[in-house]
C-alpha cells in the first residue's frame, strides 16, 4: 500500500524566512496530493492541493511541487508569519476513497 | 463553503459507557464521510469510511462493533464509541467529500474523548 514520508518532522525559521516541507511516496497510482494545516486542538484544513498532471501549483505565499517520476513533493511557504506556526500534513491519494498521511512537520515561525 | 461541523467538541465519559458523536457537512452534500482518530503528536489513521446509506467500511484492526458508525443522509454522519474505555481517549475527526469521483476532503474541529 501506499506509503507517505515527510521531512523534517520539525522546522522553526525565522519571520519573513522561507520554509520547505517535502514529502516522498511510494505508490505511483497516486495522483492527488494535498497539504494540510492543522492548529492545536483543530482539525487538518486544507491549504493547498496539487493533480498528477501538474507540475507546480502557487496560491499567494503558499506553493506545492510535484516530481512525479521521483515521487516527490514540497510545500514552500515564502515570507513566513507567525500566525503560520502549525503541524502541516502531506497526504497522497491514490484513489478517492485513501488518502494517506505523512507524519507531519511542526513549524514554528519565531517573530 | 465546504464546512464540516462536529459535535460535541469535547466530551468525557466514564469507563463502561457509551458516546455519540456527530458530524455535519453545513453547505454540501457529503455522498462519503470519514473518521480519523489521532493521539497527541500523531498523524491521522482512518478509522472508516462511510457512504451514504451503506454500511461502513473499517480500516483493518479497528472493531466495527465498538466504533458504530451511521450514515444516514447526506449531510450527517455520526460515530459512537460503545463501552469506552480509557485507552479510547483520543481525538476524532470526521471529514467529508462532495462526490464519489472527487478527492477534496474537508476535515471538521474534531472532537477531544475523555474517558474516566
Known amino acids: 500500500g501506499e506509503n507517505v514520508e515527510q521531512h523534517p518532522s520539525t522546522l522553526s525559521v525565522q519571520e519573513g524566512d522561507s520554509a520547505v516541507i517535502k514529502c516522498t511516496y511510494s505508490d505511483s497510482a497516486s495522483n492527488y496530493f494535498p497539504w494540510y494545516k492543522q492548529e492545536l486542538g483543530k482539525g487538518p484544513q486544507l491549504i493547498i492541493d496539487i493533480r498528477s498532471n501538474v507540475g507546480e501549483k502557487k496560491d499567494q505565499r503558499i506553493a506545492v511541487t510535484l516530481n512525479k517520476t521521483a515521487k516527490h513533493f514540497s510545500l514552500h511557504i515564502t515570507e513566513t508569519q507567525p500566525e503560520d506556526s502549525a503541524v502541516y500534513f502531506c497526504?497522497?491519494?491514490?484513489?478517492?476513497?485513501?488518502?494517506?498521511f505523512g507524519p507531519g512537520t511542526s513549524l514554528s515561525v519565531i517573530p | 463553503g465546504a464546512v464540516v461541523s462536529q459535535h460535541p467538541s469535547r466530551v468525557i465519559c466514564k469507563s463502561g459507557t457509551s458516546v455519540k458523536i456527530e458530524c455535519r457537512s453545513l453547505d454540501f452534500q457529503a455522498t462519503t464521510m470519514f473518521w480519523y482518530r489521532q493521539f497527541p503528536k500523531q498523524s491521522l489513521m482512518l478509522m472508516a469510511t462511510s457512504n451514504e446509506g451503506s454500511k461502513a467500511t473499517y480500516e483493518q484492526g479497528v472493531e466495527k462493533d465498538k466504533f458504530l458508525i451511521n450514515h444516514a443522509s447526506l449531510t450527517l454522519s455520526t460515530l459512537t464509541v460503545t463501552s469506552a474505555h480509557p485507552e479510547d481517549s483520543s481525538f476524532y475527526i470526521c471529514?467529508?467529500?462532495?462526490?464519489?469521483?472527487?478527492?477534496?476532503?474537508?476535515f471538521g474541529p474534531g472532537t477531544r474523548l475523555t474517558v474516566t
Open positions: 471529514s467529508a467529500r462532495g462526490g464519489r469521483t472527487t478527492y477534496e476532503q474537508y
Open positions: 497526504a497522497a491519494t491514490p484513489f478517492p476513497d485513501k488518502v494517506i
